[in-house]
């Protein structure tokens, strides 16, 4: 092993006892998008008691904490740090029961309390041996991945003034994996998310006399037949992609045609390329169902809740996965392709830096293999947005922190 990750990591028994307290704390008092004022505080203190020089409301309630130690290269490690509108249904000891005051329940359902905990020990423990190491680290936390653009959100704040000359950035996620395993992928790993909400419209009238109308119902269900071809006729079997129609909504009774129709759909894809061919075939296809249906009016288009896809740099990963190799040994997995979206390819592409996001295990894996033995894994194990997605603290939480360490030691 590495001489300078063993010196680092040997200080881990010393910040895992805080660690653990922090994680509880922040599990049990989530904030939703945008709203994670308590939590960035407490990072910003914590960062400040290390030694970082400490900015704060970065993109709102973003903390961006940077420690120098001479000359080498800069490391951004970043972990995100809001919640969900979750109620949880764990049962653990240190569940959520927090509320907003509109009464929408909230839980840390997606495990961004695993990265902050882990980013804080991996920082404490980089602070702690800095004659192990040279360069310079970056511990950003984000608000409002969920959201998608929270990452966007830092870069639009300045970001690149902050933290000048970022060499490179890294980032993990927890997954329903068994704890203690950590997963690479070169190249794609994370798809490109986007959803779009369609208003066609009709003409309405009497259910008794369609003859005098354009029935919006039948033209939105023509459209959801048309965009199931988008992926089947349209893109290569060799190119993954989704496409799901999730809503339309249309009138109000059974005997009345309504003027229009909305339809909210959501797409997956893993290059720009494919991405941008399925939204043009969208609107290629919603565009000319309208015309087929005498539309009186155009169709409507609204982009929302986008999500950059993510693809790893294949050195930075490379080079990353050989020291989770060596260090974590069959605990090293390679991570399968995940359907998931996030937006923290958004900071190094704004920082024109390379990157690399894997993920760490953090189900109980006896548990795993029980429910893999019985080929029950999708009925008994919680993926993440679960009200039941509960990390077991360890070995969630040294995995985590070893590998942000080891990763920022290597490009260090």
Request: charged share 15%; net charge negative.
């Amino acid at each position: 092993m590495n001489s300078s990750i063993a010196t680092v990591l040997a200080g881990l028994e010393g910040v895992r006892g805080w660690q653990e307290k922090v994680y509880r704390d922040v599990h049990q008092h989530p904030e939703l998008s945008h709203q994670e004022q308590r939590t960035s505080a407490m990072v910003a203190r914590r960062l400040h008691d290390t030694g970082f020089e400490v900015h704060e409301g970065v993109g709102g309630t973003g903390v961006v904490g940077v420690l120098s130690n001479g000359p080498g290269p800069t490391v951004l490690l970043r972990a995100d740090m809001d919640a969900l509108p979750v109620r949880e249904a764990t049962e653990l000891p240190y569940a959520s029961t927090v509320t907003t005051s509109d009464g929408v329940p909230v839980m840390h359902a997606c495990g961004h309390d695993v990265h902050v905990t882990c980013l804080l020990g991996a920082a404490t423990l980089l602070a702690q041996q800095r004659p192990a190491w040279s360069g310079t680290v970056v511990a950003l936390f984000q608000p409002a991945e969920e959201a998608g653009d929270g990452a966007r959100g830092m870069v639009d704040d300045g970001l690149a003034q902050l933290v000048d000359g970022v060499d490179v950035a890294l980032a993990q996620h927890v997954l329903a994996f068994p704890s203690g395993q950590v997963g690479t992928r070169p190249g794609p790993a994370l798809s490109a998310a986007d959803s779009v909400r369609i208003t066609v419209y009709g003409r309405g009238g009497h259910g008794s006399m369609p003859q005098a109308t354009v029935d919006p119902v039948v033209l939105a269900a023509m459209i959801v037949v048309r965009l199931q071809t988008v992926v089947a006729r349209e893109t290569a079997a060799t190119d993954p992609a989704v496409l799901t129609v999730g809503s339309i909504q249309a009138g109000s009774k059974s005997n009345v045609i309504p003027d229009h129709a909305v339809l909210e759909l959501n797409v997956r894809s893993y290059t720009e390329q494919i991405r941008a061919a399925i939204l043009d075939a969208v609107h290629r296809i919603v565009i000319a169902e309208c015309q087929a249906s005498g539309s009186p009016r155009e169709p409507e288009f609204e982009m929302y809740d986008r999500f950059p896809p993510t693809i790893n740099d294949e050195q930075v990963t490379a080079r990353v996965a050989a020291a989770f190799g060596e260090f974590f040994n069959d605990r090293h997995v390679s991570l399968p392709l995940q359907t998931a979206s996030e937006d923290f390819s958004d900071i190094p592409s704004a920082l024109g830096v390379p990157y690399t996001y894997w993920g760490i295990g953090g189900i109980d894996p006896g548990r795993y293999a029980k429910a893999e033995q019985a080929g029950r894994i999708g009925q008994d194990i919680p993926v993440n947005h679960s009200a039941r997605f509960a990390p077991v603290i360890q070995p969630t939480l040294d995995t985590g922190t070893q590998a942000l360490a080891i990763a920022a030691l290597t490009c260090l």
